[in-house]
Nanobody, 120 residues
Framework: VQLVESGGGLVQAGGSLRLSCAAS????????MGWYRQAPGKQRELVAV???????NYADSVSGRFTISRDNAKNTVYLQMNSLKPEDTAVYYC???????????????WGQGTQVTVSS
């Protein structure tokens, strides 16, 4: 199973970016999908999560500015980031809990990370 992210980059404060993460491989089903971020010198933190049923949850710091969504047919999760701030600068990681065709339980998988830099 692989999670491949795209959409990071450099943007000015107040701007927008959209991250995508596509899961591929021997997937039976995908449960929660989410985005985490890690800034230099800080611990990785949860940004947003979406369940297989579409329920969402956000970190307080991004609530009202970021929107997480998923396309189950494409095994893809998105993060629309608006009104970006310099403090949003971090490496963003995609995460998904996946049952493969060879496993009985769900296991967490991670993407390679994509850099988001917000300039002031």
């Amino acid at each position: 199973v692989q999670l491949v992210e795209s959409g990071g980059g450099l943007v000015q404060a107040g701007g927008s970016l959209r991250l995508s993460c596509a899961a591929s491989g021997s997937i039976r089903s995908i449960y929660n999908m989410g985005w985490y971020r890690q800034a230099p010198g800080k611990q990785r933190e949860l940004v947003a999560v979406v369940t297989s049923g579409g329920s969402t949850n956000y970190a307080d710091s991004v609530s009202g500015r970021f929107t997480i969504s998923r396309d189950n047919a494409k095994n893809t999760v998105y993060l629309q980031m608006n009104s970006l701030k310099p403090e949003d600068t971090a490496v963003y990681y995609c995460n998904a809990y996946i049952i493969t065709i060879t496993t009985w339980g769900e296991y967490p998988y991670w993407g390679q990370g994509t850099q988001v830099t917000v300039s002031s």
